[in-house]
């Protein structure tokens, strides 16, 4: 029996969708444990492409694969419902079994959507996703959110919604914002609840319970370190706790039933949003070669967001910020994605600490002006021109990809179990199955 944790590295976007899709060959129960539509995974399996936003990419594995969200999330009922949809359209999640939502949940309502969208209008704007995320956790943490049960409970979510106008309200109208009114509010958030509720469980005795019977659990995390709410480069961050204890939270279960944690992350860094990014290749101050670069990570590697579409900040790979992802995490292994994006750079750089007001440091300083005014200090290795994509174990790798690999993990003191070479889930280097 394994139990494994699977959290992004850096500033999300790190690959996981193909990562998870290929270790749940070895799970039969997959959890989705932070976040909300705010996250996007692109999953590519044959000629299909699919992106899904809150469901985890288990579902693709098909039937007796149990797909769960658990109830540190934040949940669109309307997206969720439409996701289901499109899935059963292509022939998946036939069976109801292979869907289990937590009840204990929150919801995600329309004016969680309208107030992130207003404040990302304001100076304060720090290019959240607008899917309502931060707001619905504020709910949460004011001991005024809806839940998922609450959505089949008519005259309990009629007196939360109306406690949910009563504290917006005037932050709403003053920026000339609007509700849905609410007679529908509460039809469709009921109708939404006749629909779900066939999913509903408690996802904590669930997931235990499969646990005590020997089942493999993966826990999926959404978004990247560096988003934490408590550990990242706050407060251009999310909302929720994205590291690996984020999911001990959010389904209740305990740290001992962890056997593995894997850390993902690219071969370089993106980062979509507002925000510190010291080896970002563009941006204002960038030089012109930096900045096509930059561009061609960009390019290459097709770095535009799968939930907003938008054009991802590029740069490389911080070493620095990715010990700390290490820590945080307690990470055993890295799945390192994406490695064939750098094949054609003729020398590649990574970032091994930074300058701070003329002092080095070995790690990211918490100081939001100090993060901001932080340059990386590079160490330069030799690139490769061959293209890795058809790389199947490591031998086969370009001797300088190699030692560009070889070297991440001496920096973090990590190994690195899985090399990922292009999309496709064959385009891969397994070299240590946390499963096994
Ligand atoms: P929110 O989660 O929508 O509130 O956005 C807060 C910050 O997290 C913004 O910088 C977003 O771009 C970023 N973010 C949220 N979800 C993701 C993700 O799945 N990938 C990358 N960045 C994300």
């Not at 593995?260 to 290749?281: Q, S």
């Not at 200090?377 to 690999?405: C, K, M, N």
Request: hydrophobic fraction near 40%; charged fraction near 25%.
């Amino acid at each position: 029996m394994a139990n494994v944790i699977i959290v992004g590295a850096q500033w999300g976007d790190e690959g996981k969708g193909k990562v998870v899709d290929l270790y749940t060959e070895f799970a039969d129960v997959v959890v989705r444990f932070g976040g909300g539509a705010n996250a996007g995974h692109t999953l590519v399996v044959g000629d299909q492409k699919l992106i899904t936003h809150l469901i985890p990419s288990g579902v693709l594995r098909g039937r007796g694969k149990r797909c769960v969200l658990a109830g540190g999330m934040v949940i669109d009922p309307k997206t969720l419902l439409e996701e289901i949809a499109e899935l059963k359209s292509r022939g998946l999640l036939q069976d109801d079994k292979d869907l289990v939502i937590s009840t204990a949940a929150h919801v995600i309502l329309p004016e969680h959507r309208e107030v992130d969208r207003l404040r990302e209008l304001g100076k304060n704007a720090i290019g959240t996703t607008k899917r309502g995320i931060g707001p619905a956790y504020e709910a949460k943490m004011a001991r005024r959110g809806v839940r998922m049960i609450d959505l089949i409970h008519p005259e309990r979510l009629k007196e939360l919604l109306l406690r949910s106008r009563e504290e917006l309200a005037q932050y709403i109208a003053e920026r000339g914002g609007t509700f849905t009114p609410l007679e529908q509010e509460l039809e469709e958030s009921l109708a939404y609840g006749q629909k779900i509720k066939r999913y509903f469980t408690d996802t904590s005795s669930y997931v235990h319970q499969e646990m005590t019977r020997g089942r493999h659990v993966l826990f999926e995390g959404a978004q990247g370190a560096l988003l934490d709410i408590d550990h990242g480069t706050y407060p251009f961050v999310t909302s929720s706790s994205t590291i690996a204890a984020g999911a001990c939270t959010s389904c209740g279960i305990g740290p001992t039933s962890i056997d593995a944690v894997i850390g993902i992350a690219k071969a370089y860094t993106t980062r979509v949003g507002g925000g510190p990014f010291p080896t970002e290749l563009g941006g204002e101050n960038a030089t012109v070669s930096d900045a096509a670069l930059g561009e061609q990570l960009r390019k290459v590697g097709h770095e535009y967001g799968s939930t907003t579409g938008r054009p991802r900040r590029c740069g490389w790979l911080d070493v620095a910020a990715l010990r700390l992802a290490a820590r945080w995490n307690g990470m055993s292994g890295i799945a390192l994605t994406k490695l064939d994006v750098l094949s054609k750079m003729k020398r590649v750089k990574i970032c091994v600490g930074y300058k701070v007001n003329g002092r080095e440091m070995s790690e990211l300083p918490c100081d939001i002006n100090e993060i901001e005014g932080a340059q990386p200090i590079y160490e330069e290795l030799e690139g490769w021109d061959a293209d890795t994509t058809s790389a199947r174990d490591f031998e086969s790798l370009p001797t300088a990809a190699q030692r560009y690999v070889r070297r991440i993990e001496a920096l973090v003191g990590v190994d690195i179990g899985l090399i990922s070479v292009g999309p496709a889930r064959a385009e891969t280097i397994m070299i240590k199955n946390p499963f096994r």
